[in-house]
């Protein structure tokens, strides 16, 4: 995400995202302050691990804590680190790509913020409301404005834009580990599995790293 992040600042330096939902203007702003970035296995166009870990939840280690699709699913950032629907990195069982921003999807799969199973995470989360409707209806929420956000930041950084003169940006990208690239999901029960690996690091495809460029 911090890849992520330093695109977002070299593009608009301090601007934040608009509340109106359009994308900023592009003002290379943050570029003022540097001479050169260097991206280290940064997910430019996503990665689908963000997408197993909203549905599958993260197992940290034995010693560590286990985050809940629930507790992953109220983190904004998880959703920004998603690939882009045209990548068609999400499919059904015939192949079809699914619309992995829509909201919709994701209460249809039950899957994250909208796994009825994950109420008493939400308990936990909001423990001054009793209402197990009233918790759904606030995770649904929380659900489509982070999906609607992330879109806004994929398109804020997938903007075509000329570097100033003297700026560099290096993308560093791994090759040797097959890595998930595309997920088959059941929609009726919600459960997804790895229909395709690509060359990457275990994390991040090599053409994600690089952009979509090349590779």
Avoid at 117 to 129: A, M, R, S, W
Avoid at 144 to 158: G, M, P, T
């Amino acid at each position: 995400m911090g890849g992520l992040v330093t695109r977002y600042y070299l593009l608009y330096g301090g601007a934040d995202l608009p509340d109106d939902g359009v994308e900023p203007e592009v003002t290379w702003e943050g570029a003022k302050y540097v001479d050169k970035a260097v991206l280290v296995g940064t997910p430019n166009t996503g990665a689908v691990s963000a997408i197993v870990e909203t549905v599958n939840g993260k197992e940290l280690g034995p010693f560590l804590p286990t985050y809940e699709p629930a507790i992953i699913g109220t983190m904004p950032s998880v959703y920004q680190l998603f690939p882009r629907t045209r990548h068609g990195v999400l499919r059904d069982e015939t192949g079809a790509a699914l619309d992995i921003m829509g909201p919709e999807l994701w209460i249809k799969m039950g899957s994250g913020l909208a796994n009825r199973g994950q109420d008493k995470f939400l308990q936990h989360l909001l423990p001054d409301v009793s209402d197990p409707n009233e918790r759904r209806s606030i995770a649904l929420d929380h659900l489509r404005k982070s999906l609607k956000r992330a879109e806004q930041f994929h398109r804020s950084i997938d903007a075509s834009s000329k570097p100033p003169d003297g700026f560099r940006m290096y993308l560093v990208a791994g090759d040797v580990v097959p890595t998930e690239a595309v997920l088959t999901v059941n929609k009726s029960t919600g459960k997804i599995k790895v229909s395709e690996e690509a060359p990457g690091d275990g994390t991040v495809i090599r053409s994600s790293a690089l952009m979509g460029v090349r590779g």
